[in-house]
Protein backbone atom coordinates (compact mmCIF):
# COMPACT_ATOMS: atom_id res chain seq x y z
CA UNK A 1 0.00 0.00 0.00
CA UNK A 2 2.68 2.52 0.81
CA UNK A 3 4.80 1.59 -2.43
CA UNK A 4 1.78 1.82 -4.04
CA UNK A 5 0.97 5.30 -3.00
CA UNK A 6 4.19 6.33 -3.57
CA UNK A 7 4.61 5.64 -6.97
CA UNK A 8 0.90 7.07 -7.74
CA UNK A 9 2.59 10.40 -6.28
CA UNK A 10 4.91 10.08 -8.65
CA UNK A 11 2.72 10.29 -10.99
CA UNK A 12 0.32 12.66 -10.09
CA UNK A 13 1.15 15.54 -7.73
CA UNK A 14 -0.27 15.04 -4.27
CA UNK A 15 -2.77 17.84 -3.56
CA UNK A 16 -3.13 19.64 -0.40
CA UNK A 17 -6.82 20.07 0.27
CA UNK A 18 -9.40 17.89 -1.71
CA UNK A 19 -10.68 14.81 -2.54
CA UNK A 20 -8.92 12.19 -4.11
CA UNK A 21 -11.14 9.82 -6.66
CA UNK A 22 -9.02 6.77 -7.47
CA UNK A 23 -9.60 3.18 -8.85
CA UNK A 24 -11.61 4.80 -11.85
CA UNK A 25 -11.74 2.22 -14.56
CA UNK A 26 -9.50 3.55 -17.48
CA UNK A 27 -12.62 4.16 -19.46
CA UNK A 28 -14.38 6.17 -17.20
CA UNK A 29 -12.41 8.82 -16.39
CA UNK A 30 -14.13 11.03 -18.49
CA UNK A 31 -17.74 10.44 -17.73
CA UNK A 32 -16.88 10.97 -13.61
CA UNK A 33 -15.77 14.70 -14.99
CA UNK A 34 -19.00 15.45 -16.89
CA UNK A 35 -21.39 13.67 -14.03
CA UNK A 36 -19.34 15.79 -11.31
CA UNK A 37 -19.61 18.81 -13.41
CA UNK A 38 -15.26 19.22 -13.57
CA UNK A 39 -15.22 20.38 -17.11
CA UNK A 40 -15.91 24.32 -15.74
CA UNK A 41 -13.93 24.07 -12.27
CA UNK A 42 -12.09 26.57 -11.22
CA UNK A 43 -9.57 25.09 -8.89
CA UNK A 44 -6.34 22.71 -9.42
CA UNK A 45 -8.07 19.26 -11.11
CA UNK A 46 -5.53 16.12 -11.40
CA UNK A 47 -6.55 13.76 -13.86
CA UNK A 48 -4.54 10.60 -15.10
CA UNK A 49 -5.83 7.98 -16.89
CA UNK A 50 -4.23 4.67 -17.86
CA UNK A 51 -2.44 4.44 -15.48
CA UNK A 52 -1.19 0.43 -14.52
CA UNK A 53 -2.71 -0.42 -11.65
CA UNK A 54 -2.39 -3.49 -9.78
CA UNK A 55 -5.74 -4.49 -8.78
CA UNK A 56 -7.32 -3.13 -12.06
CA UNK A 57 -4.54 -3.77 -14.97
CA UNK A 58 -5.56 0.01 -15.84
CA UNK A 59 -7.42 2.63 -14.08
CA UNK A 60 -7.62 6.23 -13.79
CA UNK A 61 -7.40 8.56 -10.98
CA UNK A 62 -8.24 12.46 -10.35
CA UNK A 63 -7.71 14.62 -8.11
CA UNK A 64 -9.47 17.69 -6.94
CA UNK A 65 -8.32 20.38 -5.10
CA UNK A 66 -10.09 22.07 -2.45
CA UNK A 67 -13.41 20.56 -3.03
CA UNK A 68 -15.70 18.12 -0.42
CA UNK A 69 -18.25 16.39 -2.22
CA UNK A 70 -21.33 15.35 -0.28
CA UNK A 71 -22.32 11.51 -0.44
CA UNK A 72 -25.36 12.01 -2.72
CA UNK A 73 -23.21 14.09 -5.03
CA UNK A 74 -20.42 11.79 -5.25
CA UNK A 75 -22.01 8.70 -5.22
CA UNK A 76 -23.77 9.57 -8.93
CA UNK A 77 -20.35 7.93 -10.55
CA UNK A 78 -21.10 5.02 -8.57
CA UNK A 79 -22.92 4.05 -11.95
CA UNK A 80 -19.85 4.45 -13.99
CA UNK A 81 -17.49 3.83 -11.71
CA UNK A 82 -18.47 1.32 -9.11
CA UNK A 83 -14.73 0.33 -8.49
CA UNK A 84 -13.65 4.14 -7.37
CA UNK A 85 -12.46 4.83 -3.70
CA UNK A 86 -12.41 8.48 -2.34
CA UNK A 87 -9.72 9.79 -0.53
CA UNK A 88 -9.89 12.92 1.29
CA UNK A 89 -7.16 15.37 2.19
CA UNK A 90 -6.33 18.16 4.34
CA UNK A 91 -2.95 19.72 4.39
CA UNK A 92 -1.18 16.86 2.56
CA UNK A 93 -2.78 14.04 5.19
CA UNK A 94 -5.51 11.54 4.55
CA UNK A 95 -8.36 12.03 6.67
CA UNK A 96 -10.90 9.71 5.19
CA UNK A 97 -10.78 6.45 2.76
CA UNK A 98 -14.25 5.30 1.79
CA UNK A 99 -15.69 3.79 -0.90
CA UNK A 100 -18.74 4.77 -3.50
CA UNK A 101 -22.18 3.79 -2.75
CA UNK A 102 -24.73 3.00 -6.23
CA UNK A 103 -27.97 5.71 -5.54
CA UNK A 104 -31.25 4.82 -5.01
CA UNK A 105 -32.05 7.05 -8.18
CA UNK A 106 -30.28 8.48 -11.18
CA UNK A 107 -31.00 11.80 -13.04
CA UNK A 108 -29.53 12.63 -16.42
CA UNK A 109 -26.48 10.21 -16.39
CA UNK A 110 -27.87 7.14 -18.18
CA UNK A 111 -29.00 6.56 -21.60
CA UNK A 112 -32.31 4.48 -21.27
CA UNK A 113 -31.94 1.45 -23.60
CA UNK A 114 -35.34 1.05 -25.10
CA UNK A 115 -34.98 3.13 -28.44
CA UNK A 116 -38.60 3.89 -28.22
CA UNK A 117 -38.59 5.83 -25.17
CA UNK A 118 -39.48 9.02 -25.48
CA UNK A 119 -36.30 9.81 -23.34
CA UNK A 120 -34.38 9.15 -26.62
CA UNK A 121 -36.94 10.99 -28.97
CA UNK A 122 -37.60 14.73 -26.62
CA UNK A 123 -35.49 16.62 -24.92
CA UNK A 124 -35.87 15.32 -21.36
CA UNK A 125 -33.65 14.48 -18.68
CA UNK A 126 -33.61 10.91 -17.88
CA UNK A 127 -34.38 9.22 -14.50
CA UNK A 128 -34.36 5.82 -13.34
CA UNK A 129 -34.82 4.37 -9.79
CA UNK A 130 -31.95 1.60 -9.28
CA UNK A 131 -34.41 -1.51 -8.16
CA UNK A 132 -31.00 -3.75 -7.90
CA UNK A 133 -27.42 -2.13 -6.48
CA UNK A 134 -25.83 -4.93 -6.94
CA UNK A 135 -26.75 -6.25 -10.35
CA UNK A 136 -27.21 -2.68 -11.26
CA UNK A 137 -30.70 -2.75 -12.78
CA UNK A 138 -32.30 0.80 -13.53
CA UNK A 139 -36.23 1.05 -14.03
CA UNK A 140 -36.96 4.01 -16.57
CA UNK A 141 -39.03 7.08 -14.51
CA UNK A 142 -40.62 6.99 -18.06
CA UNK A 143 -40.93 3.78 -20.19
CA UNK A 144 -40.73 1.71 -16.77
CA UNK A 145 -38.05 -0.79 -18.96
CA UNK A 146 -35.59 -2.06 -17.12
CA UNK A 147 -31.94 -0.77 -18.36
CA UNK A 148 -28.92 -3.56 -16.95
CA UNK A 149 -25.45 -3.09 -16.59
CA UNK A 150 -25.26 -4.90 -20.38
CA UNK A 151 -26.80 -2.48 -22.17
CA UNK A 152 -25.93 0.48 -19.85
CA UNK A 153 -24.96 3.36 -21.52
CA UNK A 154 -24.31 7.46 -20.58
CA UNK A 155 -25.53 10.43 -21.83
CA UNK B 1 -58.64 11.29 -7.35
CA UNK B 2 -58.98 14.61 -8.40
CA UNK B 3 -56.82 16.08 -10.51
CA UNK B 4 -54.31 13.06 -9.88
CA UNK B 5 -53.29 11.74 -13.64
CA UNK B 6 -53.71 7.98 -14.68
CA UNK B 7 -50.42 7.26 -16.54
CA UNK B 8 -49.71 3.93 -15.12
CA UNK B 9 -52.50 1.34 -13.90
CA UNK B 10 -50.02 1.25 -10.51
CA UNK B 11 -50.99 4.76 -10.42
CA UNK B 12 -53.68 3.99 -8.65
CA UNK B 13 -53.91 1.96 -5.43
CA UNK B 14 -56.33 -0.86 -5.17
CA UNK B 15 -59.06 0.68 -2.98
CA UNK B 16 -58.96 3.27 -5.92
CA UNK B 17 -59.39 0.64 -8.49
CA UNK B 18 -62.14 -0.60 -7.08
CA UNK B 19 -63.93 2.94 -6.25
CA UNK B 20 -63.55 3.28 -10.16
CA UNK B 21 -65.33 0.53 -10.45
CA UNK B 22 -67.86 0.79 -8.11
CA UNK B 23 -68.70 4.57 -10.01
CA UNK B 24 -68.77 3.06 -12.74
CA UNK B 25 -71.45 0.57 -12.21
CA UNK B 26 -73.20 3.59 -11.33
CA UNK B 27 -73.01 5.27 -15.33
CA UNK B 28 -73.90 1.49 -16.21
CA UNK B 29 -77.37 1.92 -14.54
CA UNK B 30 -77.42 5.39 -15.63
CA UNK B 31 -75.48 6.23 -18.71
CA UNK B 32 -76.56 9.65 -19.62
CA UNK B 33 -75.53 12.03 -16.58
CA UNK B 34 -74.64 16.18 -17.97
CA UNK B 35 -72.34 16.15 -15.15
CA UNK B 36 -69.53 17.29 -16.60
CA UNK B 37 -71.17 20.27 -19.22
CA UNK B 38 -68.66 23.31 -18.14
CA UNK B 39 -65.56 21.12 -18.73
CA UNK B 40 -63.78 20.56 -22.17
CA UNK B 41 -62.04 17.11 -22.32
CA UNK B 42 -58.71 17.34 -25.13
CA UNK B 43 -57.83 13.35 -26.83
CA UNK B 44 -55.32 14.01 -28.08
CA UNK B 45 -54.34 11.10 -30.15
CA UNK B 46 -50.57 11.10 -31.80
CA UNK B 47 -51.46 7.20 -33.63
CA UNK B 48 -54.79 6.44 -34.50
CA UNK B 49 -57.27 4.68 -32.55
CA UNK B 50 -60.82 3.77 -33.32
CA UNK B 51 -61.97 1.69 -30.71
CA UNK B 52 -60.28 3.82 -27.47
CA UNK B 53 -60.44 7.00 -28.87
CA UNK B 54 -64.63 6.67 -29.45
CA UNK B 55 -65.32 5.20 -26.29
CA UNK B 56 -63.38 7.91 -24.29
CA UNK B 57 -65.04 10.84 -26.93
CA UNK B 58 -68.69 8.53 -26.14
CA UNK B 59 -67.91 8.60 -22.69
CA UNK B 60 -66.92 12.36 -22.65
CA UNK B 61 -70.14 13.56 -24.81
CA UNK B 62 -72.50 11.34 -22.69
CA UNK B 63 -71.27 13.15 -19.27
CA UNK B 64 -72.33 16.30 -21.30
CA UNK B 65 -68.37 17.64 -21.87
CA UNK B 66 -67.42 19.06 -25.07
CA UNK B 67 -64.81 17.47 -27.09
CA UNK B 68 -61.51 19.03 -28.63
CA UNK B 69 -58.38 17.21 -30.02
CA UNK B 70 -56.89 15.15 -33.00
CA UNK B 71 -57.42 11.71 -34.81
CA UNK B 72 -53.66 11.49 -35.47
CA UNK B 73 -50.70 13.12 -35.69
CA UNK B 74 -50.69 14.63 -39.11
CA UNK B 75 -53.31 16.76 -38.49
CA UNK B 76 -51.45 18.36 -35.82
CA UNK B 77 -48.45 20.62 -35.26
CA UNK B 78 -46.19 17.34 -34.63
CA UNK B 79 -45.84 17.49 -38.83
CA UNK B 80 -44.39 21.27 -38.41
CA UNK B 81 -41.79 20.10 -35.68
CA UNK B 82 -43.46 20.94 -32.38
CA UNK B 83 -42.13 18.62 -29.38
CA UNK B 84 -44.58 17.18 -27.35
CA UNK B 85 -43.57 19.24 -24.43
CA UNK B 86 -44.86 22.04 -26.32
CA UNK B 87 -48.26 20.92 -27.48
CA UNK B 88 -49.00 19.93 -23.93
CA UNK B 89 -48.54 23.54 -22.53
CA UNK B 90 -49.80 24.45 -25.31
CA UNK B 91 -53.32 22.18 -25.22
CA UNK B 92 -52.98 22.90 -21.30
CA UNK B 93 -54.66 25.90 -21.53
CA UNK B 94 -57.62 24.69 -23.80
CA UNK B 95 -59.22 22.11 -21.59
CA UNK B 96 -59.69 20.12 -18.54
CA UNK B 97 -58.00 16.94 -18.77
CA UNK B 98 -56.41 15.32 -21.54
CA UNK B 99 -56.89 12.25 -22.65
CA UNK B 100 -53.63 11.18 -24.85
CA UNK B 101 -52.19 8.22 -26.87
CA UNK B 102 -48.14 8.30 -28.33
CA UNK B 103 -46.33 6.03 -29.80
CA UNK B 104 -43.78 6.16 -27.88
CA UNK B 105 -43.32 4.28 -24.71
CA UNK B 106 -43.15 7.11 -21.47
CA UNK B 107 -44.88 9.75 -23.52
CA UNK B 108 -47.79 9.77 -20.99
CA UNK B 109 -45.30 10.61 -17.96
CA UNK B 110 -43.91 13.05 -19.49
CA UNK B 111 -47.21 14.56 -20.61
CA UNK B 112 -48.02 14.69 -16.70
CA UNK B 113 -45.17 16.02 -15.42
CA UNK B 114 -45.54 19.32 -17.95
CA UNK B 115 -49.21 19.44 -18.11
CA UNK B 116 -51.12 21.88 -16.10
CA UNK B 117 -54.21 19.28 -15.74
CA UNK B 118 -54.47 15.85 -15.74
CA UNK B 119 -53.35 13.20 -18.32
CA UNK B 120 -55.28 9.91 -18.47
CA UNK B 121 -53.36 7.44 -20.74
CA UNK B 122 -54.49 6.56 -23.83
CA UNK B 123 -51.71 4.08 -24.57
CA UNK B 124 -47.89 4.72 -25.20
CA UNK B 125 -46.56 2.61 -27.16
CA UNK B 126 -46.01 -0.57 -25.68
CA UNK B 127 -46.13 0.57 -22.11
CA UNK B 128 -49.49 0.92 -20.60
CA UNK B 129 -53.00 1.43 -21.35
CA UNK B 130 -54.28 1.30 -17.63
CA UNK B 131 -57.93 2.19 -19.10
CA UNK B 132 -58.26 -1.50 -20.52
CA UNK B 133 -57.15 -2.95 -17.53
CA UNK B 134 -59.56 -0.92 -15.44
CA UNK B 135 -62.33 -2.02 -18.24
CA UNK B 136 -60.92 -5.75 -17.50
CA UNK B 137 -61.29 -5.63 -14.13
CA UNK B 138 -64.69 -4.00 -14.18
CA UNK B 139 -65.54 -7.07 -16.83
CA UNK B 140 -64.57 -9.83 -14.31
CA UNK B 141 -65.93 -8.34 -11.10
CA UNK B 142 -68.97 -7.79 -12.73
CA UNK B 143 -68.98 -11.63 -14.46
CA UNK B 144 -67.76 -13.13 -11.38
CA UNK B 145 -69.15 -11.36 -8.33
CA UNK B 146 -65.52 -10.32 -7.03
CA UNK B 147 -61.90 -9.74 -8.14
CA UNK B 148 -61.04 -12.31 -5.28
CA UNK B 149 -59.34 -15.99 -5.59
CA UNK B 150 -60.17 -16.52 -9.44
CA UNK B 151 -58.51 -18.88 -11.94
CA UNK B 152 -57.48 -16.37 -15.15
CA UNK B 153 -56.23 -17.96 -18.23
CA UNK B 154 -54.24 -15.48 -20.34
CA UNK B 155 -54.03 -16.88 -24.37
CA UNK B 156 -51.82 -16.10 -27.26
CA UNK B 157 -49.10 -13.61 -27.55
CA UNK B 158 -48.10 -13.11 -23.63
CA UNK B 159 -44.93 -11.47 -24.94
CA UNK B 160 -46.06 -7.91 -26.77
CA UNK B 161 -49.47 -7.37 -25.44
CA UNK B 162 -49.22 -4.58 -22.94
CA UNK B 163 -53.24 -5.23 -22.27
CA UNK B 164 -51.97 -8.58 -20.71
CA UNK B 165 -49.11 -7.05 -18.68
CA UNK B 166 -50.82 -4.42 -16.99
CA UNK B 167 -53.92 -6.83 -16.17
CA UNK B 168 -51.35 -9.80 -14.89
CA UNK B 169 -50.02 -6.62 -12.63
CA UNK B 170 -53.58 -5.33 -11.26
CA UNK B 171 -54.97 -9.17 -10.94
CA UNK B 172 -51.57 -9.99 -8.34
CA UNK B 173 -53.37 -7.76 -5.99
CA UNK B 174 -56.54 -10.08 -5.53
CA UNK B 175 -54.94 -13.37 -4.94
CA UNK B 176 -55.65 -15.07 -8.45
CA UNK B 177 -54.47 -17.95 -9.77
CA UNK B 178 -52.74 -17.43 -13.70
CA UNK B 179 -52.77 -19.93 -16.57
CA UNK B 180 -50.64 -18.79 -18.95
CA UNK B 181 -50.88 -20.45 -22.79
CA UNK B 182 -48.50 -19.08 -25.56
CA UNK B 183 -46.05 -20.52 -27.91
CA UNK B 184 -42.87 -20.83 -26.63
CA UNK B 185 -41.66 -17.20 -28.79
CA UNK B 186 -44.52 -15.16 -27.17
CA UNK B 187 -44.20 -16.22 -23.48
CA UNK B 188 -44.82 -13.83 -20.49
CA UNK B 189 -41.67 -11.76 -20.45
CA UNK B 190 -39.94 -12.07 -16.82
CA UNK B 191 -40.30 -8.86 -15.54
CA UNK B 192 -44.45 -9.38 -15.78
CA UNK B 193 -44.10 -12.75 -14.44
CA UNK B 194 -41.81 -11.23 -11.07
CA UNK B 195 -44.97 -9.61 -9.75
CA UNK B 196 -46.50 -13.18 -9.58
CA UNK B 197 -43.96 -14.22 -8.04
CA UNK B 198 -43.29 -11.66 -5.46
CA UNK B 199 -46.37 -12.31 -4.00
CA UNK B 200 -46.46 -15.89 -4.33
CA UNK B 201 -49.36 -16.75 -6.22
CA UNK B 202 -50.07 -19.87 -8.11
CA UNK B 203 -49.55 -20.06 -11.88
CA UNK B 204 -49.03 -22.38 -14.80
CA UNK B 205 -47.74 -22.17 -17.52
CA UNK B 206 -48.24 -24.08 -21.10
CA UNK B 207 -48.50 -24.40 -24.94
CA UNK B 208 -52.14 -26.02 -24.64
CA UNK B 209 -55.26 -24.59 -25.06
CA UNK B 210 -58.05 -27.00 -24.73
CA UNK B 211 -56.42 -28.12 -21.09
CA UNK B 212 -56.77 -25.03 -19.30
CA UNK B 213 -60.22 -24.47 -20.59
CA UNK B 214 -62.02 -26.70 -17.46
CA UNK B 215 -60.70 -25.01 -15.20
CA UNK B 216 -60.57 -21.69 -15.51
CA UNK B 217 -63.36 -18.33 -14.82
CA UNK B 218 -61.78 -16.28 -17.27
CA UNK B 219 -60.42 -16.82 -20.34
CA UNK B 220 -58.51 -14.18 -21.52
CA UNK B 221 -57.95 -14.81 -25.74
CA UNK B 222 -55.32 -11.70 -27.17
CA UNK B 223 -54.40 -11.97 -30.77
CA UNK B 224 -50.89 -13.50 -32.32
CA UNK B 225 -49.84 -11.47 -35.24
CA UNK B 226 -47.16 -12.96 -38.10
CA UNK B 227 -44.79 -10.31 -37.64
CA UNK B 228 -43.75 -11.34 -34.27
CA UNK B 229 -41.99 -14.26 -35.62
CA UNK B 230 -38.68 -13.91 -37.21
CA UNK B 231 -38.86 -17.06 -39.01
CA UNK B 232 -42.83 -17.30 -40.41
CA UNK B 233 -42.84 -20.99 -40.45
CA UNK B 234 -43.05 -21.17 -36.50
CA UNK B 235 -46.08 -19.20 -36.85
CA UNK B 236 -47.52 -21.17 -39.25
CA UNK B 237 -46.50 -24.01 -36.82
CA UNK B 238 -48.60 -22.03 -34.00
CA UNK B 239 -51.53 -20.25 -35.50
CA UNK B 240 -54.29 -22.93 -35.14
CA UNK B 241 -52.66 -23.81 -31.19
CA UNK B 242 -54.64 -20.49 -29.53
CA UNK B 243 -58.06 -20.65 -31.83
CA UNK B 244 -61.00 -20.82 -29.70
CA UNK B 245 -63.86 -22.52 -31.31
CA UNK B 246 -67.32 -23.25 -29.56
CA UNK B 247 -66.59 -26.81 -29.25
CA UNK B 248 -63.91 -27.07 -27.04
CA UNK B 249 -66.19 -24.74 -24.21
CA UNK B 250 -67.90 -28.16 -23.43
CA UNK B 251 -65.90 -28.82 -20.30
CA UNK B 252 -65.70 -25.07 -19.08
CA UNK B 253 -66.92 -24.14 -15.91
CA UNK B 254 -70.95 -22.56 -16.06
CA UNK B 255 -69.44 -19.14 -15.22
CA UNK B 256 -66.63 -19.27 -17.72
CA UNK B 257 -66.36 -15.69 -19.38
CA UNK B 258 -64.48 -15.38 -22.68
CA UNK B 259 -62.65 -11.95 -22.58
CA UNK B 260 -60.71 -10.17 -25.09
CA UNK B 261 -59.31 -6.72 -25.52
CA UNK B 262 -60.48 -6.56 -29.41
CA UNK B 263 -59.83 -6.47 -32.32
CA UNK B 264 -60.28 -10.33 -33.45
CA UNK B 265 -59.03 -11.52 -36.52
CA UNK B 266 -59.51 -14.86 -36.47
CA UNK B 267 -58.36 -16.38 -32.65
CA UNK B 268 -62.10 -16.73 -31.55
CA UNK B 269 -64.00 -18.32 -34.51
CA UNK B 270 -67.35 -16.96 -34.86
CA UNK B 271 -69.71 -19.91 -34.02
CA UNK B 272 -68.34 -18.72 -30.26
CA UNK B 273 -70.10 -15.18 -30.22
CA UNK B 274 -73.56 -16.69 -30.17
CA UNK B 275 -72.21 -18.29 -26.72
CA UNK B 276 -73.64 -16.77 -23.15
CA UNK B 277 -69.82 -16.96 -22.45
CA UNK B 278 -68.62 -14.85 -25.17
CA UNK B 279 -68.53 -11.42 -22.94
CA UNK B 280 -65.93 -9.40 -25.40
CA UNK B 281 -68.47 -7.04 -26.86
CA UNK B 282 -70.03 -6.06 -23.51
CA UNK B 283 -66.56 -5.60 -22.84
CA UNK B 284 -66.02 -3.13 -25.18
CA UNK B 285 -69.51 -1.53 -23.71
CA UNK B 286 -68.19 -1.32 -20.07
CA UNK B 287 -65.18 0.45 -21.38
CA UNK B 288 -67.52 3.69 -21.76
CA UNK B 289 -69.15 3.20 -17.70
CA UNK B 290 -65.25 3.01 -17.05
CA UNK B 291 -64.05 6.22 -18.69
CA UNK B 292 -66.84 8.03 -17.64
CA UNK B 293 -65.79 7.21 -13.95
CA UNK B 294 -62.37 8.47 -14.24
CA UNK B 295 -63.28 11.38 -16.28
CA UNK B 296 -65.55 12.23 -13.77
CA UNK B 297 -63.82 11.34 -10.70
CA UNK B 298 -60.85 13.05 -11.60
CA UNK B 299 -62.37 16.28 -13.15
CA UNK B 300 -63.90 16.19 -9.10
CA UNK B 301 -67.40 16.01 -9.56
CA UNK B 302 -67.74 12.36 -8.15
CA UNK B 303 -66.01 11.52 -5.19
Same mark, same amino acid.
Given at each position: ?59 ? !?????? $? ?7 ? $? ?19 ? $? ?10 ? !? ?13 ? !????? $? ?21 ? !???? | ?88 ? /? ?39 ? /? ?64 ? &? ?16 ? &? ?5 ? /? ?33 LKILHPLPRVNEI ?7 ? &????? /? ?21
Open positions: MEKENLRKELKVSAIENGTVIDHIPSGSVFHVIKILNLTEYQNQLLIATNLDSRKMGKKG !IIKVSN $KFFKSDEIN $KIALVAPTATLIIIKNFEVIE $KKKVEVPDYAEN !IVKCFNPNCITNNEE !ISTKF $KVTDKKELKLRCHFCEKITARNN !IAFR | MKNKSLVSINDFTREEHIRILEIAGGFEKQPKQRILEDHVVATLFFEPSTRTRLSFESAATRLGARVIGFTDSSSSSVIKGESLRDTIL /TVSNYCDIIVMRHPREGSARFASEVARVPVINAGDGANQHP /TQTLLDLYSIRKTQGSLDNLNVAFVGDLKYGRTVHSLVQALCNYNTTFHLISPLELKLPSSVKISI &KERDLEYSQSTDLQDVIS &KVDILYM /TRIQKERFSDPLDYEKVKNAYVLRNSMLEGAKPNTTDVDANP &KAYYF /TQALNGVFVRQALLAAILGVVE
